[in-house]
């Protein structure tokens, strides 16, 4: 069984408010785009795990996380060979750990004939980190608190992306806590969601961006010139940084702008990871 693990954009990541258990309180609009590692699961005695030497292949591994906690929830040793090919970079900010922690979830639970329903599984998925619950949801939302709680969006427009990685990841705790975060105050995005990408990008004009930019350039200069690298490519109608960085993202209103941009940035920049995209409605889109 083969399954895409698709990037996560944080199209905006607002943090709001600091709680009593010294976590950040955040609100942010979810996507994802069509540029995905790939799992494969084949059948076995015994569970084994291969993927690229870069990667940690103990408890902190999150697909072999996901395999033991959806174990313990339906009483039984997972076996099977699941070998993960990467793409998507690490400390990039694109969920890609998280991402393919959820989708082995999603994978287990069809193998096993779907012993989990739907909240279950989501509710395991929370042990994978901040992202796993909008991860594991997979589809365009709304996420507040901690990432905790994931409502849908139900309607985004149709547009491609162009991801940018300046070859080097970012520290998510280190960029938290690299000096105070302003604040911002609470919003409500539209009930009815964006059925027009104009109608998006205007939204993101007045309510978006992204809290945690300012200390990610402060520890890695390299991220603001992803951001104005994309925001100089033609056709590009937004830029910003997802998630905790480093990694970028632009905007584009059709496949062709923004391959062109894509291939743009590559010649300029050819030590940078740069990937184009469309945006996803459902993981399970992904080609």
């Given amino acids: 069984m083969h399954l895409k693990s698709p990037a996560k954009l944080n199209l905006c990541l607002r943090v709001i408010g600091r709680r009593d258990d010294g976590h950040h309180a955040l609100q942010s609009l979810v996507t994802f785009v069509d540029v995905a590692d790939t799992l494969t699961f084949t059948p076995s005695d015994t569970l084994s795990f291969q993927a690229p030497s870069h990667l940690p292949l103990g408890a902190d591994n999150l697909c072999l996380k996901a395999a033991e906690v959806f174990g313990r929830a339906i009483g039984a040793s997972i076996t099977g060979r699941l070998v993960l090919e990467k793409d998507i970079p690490v400390g990039a900010g694109l969920g890609g ?3 393919n922690g959820a989708m082995t979830l999603r994978m287990l639970n069809k193998l096993y004939d779907y012993p989990l329903a739907e909240p279950d599984l989501l509710g395991l998925a929370s042990h994978l980190g901040a992202d796993g619950v909008v991860c594991a949801y997979g589809k365009p939302a709304w996420v507040e608190g901690t990432g905790n709680r994931v409502a849908p969006v139900l309607a985004m ?9 300046p070859g080097q990841g970012l520290a998510t705790k280190q960029v938290f806590t690299y000096r105070p975060i302003e604040m911002r105050p609470l919003v409500t995005p539209p009930a009815k969601g964006w059925t027009h990408l104009p109608d998006l990008l205007d939204w993101l004009a007045e309510e978006g961006g992204n809290s945690l930019l300012d200390n990610a350039v402060a520890l890695l200069p390299d991220v603001v010139l992803a951001r104005e690298a994309l925001l100089q490519t033609d056709g590009c109608l937004y830029a910003d940084m997802t998630g905790s960085g480093s990694a970028c993202f632009g905007l584009f209103a059709d496949a062709s702008a923004a391959q062109d941009a894509a291939r743009s940035l590559k010649n300029t920049h050819p ?8 945006m996803l409605t459902n993981v399970f889109d992904a080609a």
């Fill in 271 to 278: 030590m940078w990871w740069v990937r184009a995209g469309r």
């Fill in 97 to 99: 750990g998280t991402m």
């Fill in 157 to 165: 427009p149709k547009a491609w992306a162009v991801l940018v990685w």
